[in-house]
């Protein structure tokens, strides 16, 4: 089993650019996590998902969307980028009241 | 909105030393959860708790849902436990709310 695996590793963005980041798990997992962590501030929860077709947001959803329309994969979307949303972001899948498993992180930095 | 306070936030101790982090929050959860993270290194889960206490190693957690309470204790602690450890708590309408971390350093 791969895990949890995202990508890109890393990214440099400028200012008003899109992209995708994917995150993609292989355990049959229900739940789906974006976190970014930034200096000072720890994990953030960006949006989540309890669920194929399903999102929610956490608590720093601005300037992101998500989409869940295969249960392995959660896709986190930055439409418009800046330079507030230079952060290294984590993705994280578990089962109902199970343990986490985490990605290895994306680096992105906006510029 | 759950607020989750870590104490201490930063720890520095010597090798072989019992070690106690806390991780207190405001507002009734389901569960919780410890994690692990190494300086520039990926994120593990410890133990996901909703009651009592789990062993795993030289890592014991334990919960006081009354008291909205969780300790994460390390015997015979070790220079390679050195890293930030971190409990997100599970339940409201954000899903997980995290603490801000406590930064371990154990000394040789």
């Known amino acids: 089993n791969a895990g949890v695996t995202q990508t890109p590793k890393f990214r440099v963005l400028k200012t008003g650019q899109s992209m995708t980041l994917l995150c993609a798990q292989d355990?049959?997992?229900?739940?789906m996590y974006w976190y970014r962590q930034d200096p000072g501030m720890g994990l953030r929860l960006i949006h989540y998902s309890v669920g194929e077709g399903t999102t929610a947001k956490g608590e720093v959803p601005d300037g992101y969307n998500v989409s869940r329309l295969k249960k392995q994969n959660f896709l986190l979307g930055l439409e418009s980028a800046a330079p507030s949303q230079t952060s290294v972001y984590f993705c994280?899948?578990?089962?109902?009241?199970?343990?986490?498993?985490f990605g290895p992180g994306t680096r992105l930095t906006v510029l | 909105k759950n607020e989750v306070e870590q104490s201490p936030q930063n720890l520095t101790a010597q090798e072989g030393e019992f070690i106690t982090i806390n991780c207190s929050y405001s507002v009734g959860i389901s569960a919780l959860h410890w994690l692990q993270q190494h300086p520039g290194g990926g994120i593990v889960s410890l133990f996901m708790?909703?009651?009592g206490k789990k062993k795993h190693g030289r890592l014991i957690a334990t919960i006081n849902i009354q008291e909205k309470h969780s300790s994460l204790h390390i015997t015979a602690s070790h220079p390679r436990d050195s890293a930030v450890y971190i409990c997100?708590?599970?339940?409201?309408?954000?899903?997980?709310?995290f603490g801000k971390g406590t930064h371990l350093i154990i000394q040789p």
């Open positions: 997100p708590v599970v339940g409201g309408a954000d899903g997980l709310t």
């Open positions: 355990m049959n997992h229900e739940y």
């Open positions: 994280a899948s578990s089962r109902q009241a199970e343990r986490l498993f």
């Open positions: 708790l909703s009651s």
